[in-house]
C-alpha cells in the first residue's frame, strides 16, 4: 500500500509521525488498520484542514508542549528569588552569631 498525499495529511492531522506510524501499522496490523484510521479521521480533518491556524498532530503536540516550559521571565524569577533567599539565610546566620544565638554547629542556642 502507498499513501496518497491527503491520505497521509489525514495521518498526520491525528498522529505526531504518519509515516512511521504508517510503517509500523503496515508491518503488525496490515492495511486494514490503516484503511480504518484513515476513514475515521477523513471527515475530521476535511472540516479542520482549511480552518484559520490548521495545525498537524505534531504541531499542536509542539505547542502544547512548548507551553509547558517555563518562560525566560519565569526562569529570571526563580533564580533571583533562590538569590534572595540565600542571601536573606546568610544575613540571618550572621545576626544570630553576632548576637551569640547560634552555636559553633550551627544550631540555635537554648
Known amino acids: 500500500m502507498e499513501l496518497s498525499k491527503e491520505e497521509k495529511a489525514i495521518l498526520a492531522h491525528v498522529v505526531r509521525d504518519p509515516d512511521s506510524w504508517f510503517a509500523h501499522a ?25 480552518q484559520p491556524g490548521y495545525q498537524t498532530a505534531k504541531e499542536r503536540e509542539d505547542k502544547e508542549f512548548a507551553s509547558m516550559l517555563p518562560t525566560q521571565e519565569q526562569i529570571d524569577f526563580a533564580a533571583a528569588e533562590k538569590l534572595i533567599r540565600d542571601r ?15 552555636t559553633a554547629e550551627g544550631k540555635l542556642a537554648k
Open 26 to 50: 503496515m508491518s503488525t496490523i496490515g492495511e486494514s488498520a490503516v484503511i480504518a484510521k484513515i476513514d475515521k479521521y477523513r471527515k475530521d480533518y476535511l472540516t479542520a484542514k482549511d
Open 88 to 102: 536573606m539565610r546568610k544575613m540571618a546566620i550572621t545576626e544570630l552569631q553576632k548576637e551569640g544565638k547560634l
